[in-house]
């Protein structure tokens, strides 16, 4: 077609655009100087990976003041066993992707916070009774 009968055609004011891709040609981008869209998400993934991995690398777990302040109120006594099989479970519990976990150990419960490697809080039975625990999202019994 002739520029001329384009000129014709059209209405003022409206600039013709370019011509049609023609169907199956890809797209051309021209190259940048930052990282490609594959790259930075392959990096972000690479940083979650080694941050879960640093979530489960058996770090014994703490117990907070108000766990501790429990405890000794409650006069909850814990084995080494126990803590043992509640750091194997901490683990478990991190590879699933609990954040908060409820942990049953014998007539105790523990609230754990996954991500800090943090026991939280702890209940006897008789404390337990008629209890609702909230903001967790996980439960073990060991």
Do not use: C, Y
């Amino acid at each position: 077609m002739d520029p001329n009968d384009i000129s014709r055609v059209q209405q003022p004011g409206i600039i013709p655009g370019p011509t049609a891709r023609p169907v199956g040609q890809p797209v051309e981008i021209p190259p940048t100087s930052s990282p490609s869209f594959r790259a930075v998400l392959d990096n972000v993934a690479a940083q979650q990976q080694q941050k879960s991995s640093a979530a489960t690398s058996s770090e014994p777990l703490k117990f907070s003041a108000h766990a501790m302040q429990r405890l000794q109120s409650r006069n909850i006594s814990l084995t080494s066993d126990d803590v043992t099989k509640m750091n194997a479970m901490a683990d478990k519990a991190a590879a699933k992707g609990a954040k908060n976990s409820l942990f049953l150990v014998r007539d105790t419960a523990f609230v754990v916070s996954i991500k800090n490697r943090t026991v939280i809080t702890a209940v006897d039975a008789d404390s337990m009774k008629d209890n609702v625990f909230t903001n967790i999202d996980s439960a073990a019994i060991i």
